[in-house]
Every structure is written in structure tokens, then in C-alpha cells.
């Protein structure tokens, strides 16, 4: 497997680049936000690789790179891919429209609507990406909830407002972690406005 590739940027777009590495063009699939910190054309670039086999047959060859900014970006994509029925270009979409610490704290907080947000993913791939990616995520990426204490903090000042204002804690604690599953970083004036609608 090639590891990376570094060379002149030549090419670049929100959807692929091109780098030229002694005299050969390699096109690499990005996400969006490797292209947001791409440098200047004819800069010094190296990105993270990974190659694909494709069988369509709109794909010339059959094999297509995919290119990353970052070693823990092209890891999220790889867990993404793993997941049965997302492929490549799902998993693209989702590490475009998330950064890949975003990707980690929804799968862990186990936030649906947050992957629901992305284009062609609906309901129970959400689910199943968060099912398949829970444990390989906190491990192999060293995080845990623990990791997010802030959602930890935000939550605890939450119910505390909530209780000094007559709400029973038991139900307060349900509303606050649906309101958390959906938005897990979210503000605590805005946990403690949604979690009131809820109650």
C-alpha cells in the first residue's frame, strides 16, 4: 500500500488533486476539508493515500486514490468504509461535511442526527455506523466519552438549572440526554432551551 504521496500541488478543486511526484500526475479523491487546508498550486503537498478497487464501470482502471490531509482522517474513512452499505463516496461525504474529531464525538455521544444531516444517509445507516464504530473508535483513536468532558460539564449545569427550577432530576436527565444525542455540542443555554420544550 502506498502510505503517502508528496510532491508539487499541480491541481486542486474541492473534489480531487493532483500532485506531481517525479514526473507523474497522481489524481487524489479529497474531502473538503483537506481541500480547505490544501496550500498554493506549486507548493510542496503530501497527503495520505488510500487505493480502492472499483468495479464500475465509469471508473477508468478500476482503481481510484484516495487522498488525506491528516493519517487520523484517512483512519475515520476507513472505519466508515468498513461499515456495510457505506462506501467510498458516502464516507466522503461524511468526513467532508464533519471534521474526523466531529465524526469520533458523534459516534460516541451516539448522535443519529448528526450523520442524518449528511446527503443518502438515512436513519438505520446512521444507527449502524454508530453500532459498528462505537468500540473500534474509542479504542483504536485512544478517546472515550471521557474524552468530551465539556459535554460532561454542560450536561451537569444543565440539570443542576433545571432542578433549582422545580423539574424532577429523573426526568430532567432524560430530556437533557436526548437533547445531547441529537446535538452533542451544543451550548449549555442552549441544552437547558431545548430540554424546557422537551419537559
Same mark, same amino acid.
Given at each position: 500500500?502506498?502510505? %503517502?504521496?508528496?510532491?508539487?500541488?499541480? @491541481?486542486?478543486?474541492?473534489?480531487?488533486?493532483? +500532485?506531481?511526484? =517525479? $514526473?507523474? #500526475?497522481?489524481?487524489?479523491?479529497?474531502?473538503?476539508?483537506?481541500?480547505?487546508?490544501?496550500?498554493?498550486?506549486?507548493?510542496?503537498?503530501?497527503?495520505?493515500?488510500?487505493?480502492?478497487?472499483?468495479?464500475?464501470?465509469?471508473?477508468?482502471?478500476?482503481?481510484?486514490? %484516495?487522498?488525506?490531509?491528516?493519517?487520523? @482522517?484517512?483512519?475515520?474513512?476507513?472505519?466508515? +468504509?468498513?461499515? =456495510? $452499505?457505506? #462506501?467510498?463516496?458516502?464516507?466522503?461525504?461524511?468526513?467532508?461535511?464533519?471534521?474526523?474529531?466531529?465524526?469520533?464525538?458523534?459516534?460516541?455521544?451516539?448522535?443519529?442526527?448528526?450523520?442524518?444531516?449528511?446527503?443518502?444517509?438515512?436513519?438505520?445507516?446512521?444507527?449502524?455506523?454508530?453500532?459498528?464504530?462505537?468500540?473500534?473508535?474509542?479504542?483504536?483513536?485512544?478517546?472515550?466519552?471521557?474524552?468530551?468532558?465539556?459535554?460532561?460539564?454542560?450536561?451537569?449545569?444543565?440539570?443542576?438549572?433545571?432542578?433549582?427550577?422545580?423539574?424532577?432530576?429523573?426526568?430532567?436527565?432524560?430530556?437533557?440526554?436526548?437533547?445531547?444525542?441529537?446535538?452533542?455540542?451544543?451550548?449549555?443555554?442552549?441544552?437547558?432551551?431545548?430540554?424546557?420544550?422537551?419537559?
Amino acid at each position: 500500500m502506498i502510505h %503517502y504521496i508528496e510532491g508539487k500541488l499541480v @491541481e486542486k478543486n474541492p473534489a480531487y488533486a493532483v +500532485i506531481d511526484c =517525479s $514526473g507523474i #500526475g497522481y489524481v487524489l479523491q479529497i474531502s473538503l476539508n483537506t481541500y480547505s487546508v490544501l496550500g498554493e498550486l506549486n507548493q510542496v503537498c503530501k497527503l495520505f493515500t488510500h487505493l480502492a478497487i472499483k468495479n464500475e464501470a465509469t471508473t477508468p482502471v478500476g482503481l481510484v486514490m %484516495y487522498g488525506f490531509r491528516t493519517v487520523r @482522517e484517512r483512519e475515520i474513512f476507513l472505519h466508515l +468504509i468498513s461499515v =456495510s $452499505g457505506v #462506501g467510498s463516496n458516502t464516507a466522503r461525504l461524511i468526513i467532508s461535511s464533519m471534521t474526523a474529531d466531529e465524526v469520533v464525538s458523534a459516534i460516541l455521544s451516539g448522535s443519529v442526527g448528526h450523520f442524518q444531516n449528511v446527503k443518502g444517509i438515512g436513519a438505520k445507516t446512521a444507527q449502524k455506523i454508530i453500532i459498528d464504530l462505537k468500540d473500534k473508535v474509542g479504542k483504536i483513536s485512544g478517546l472515550s466519552e471521557k474524552s468530551f468532558p465539556m459535554h460532561n460539564t454542560n450536561r451537569d449545569e444543565a440539570l443542576s438549572a433545571l432542578v433549582l427550577l422545580g423539574f424532577n432530576r429523573n426526568q430532567a436527565e432524560k430530556a437533557v440526554d436526548k437533547v445531547l444525542q441529537a446535538d452533542p455540542v451544543i451550548t449549555v443555554e442552549g441544552l437547558i432551551k431545548q430540554t424546557l420544550r422537551i419537559l
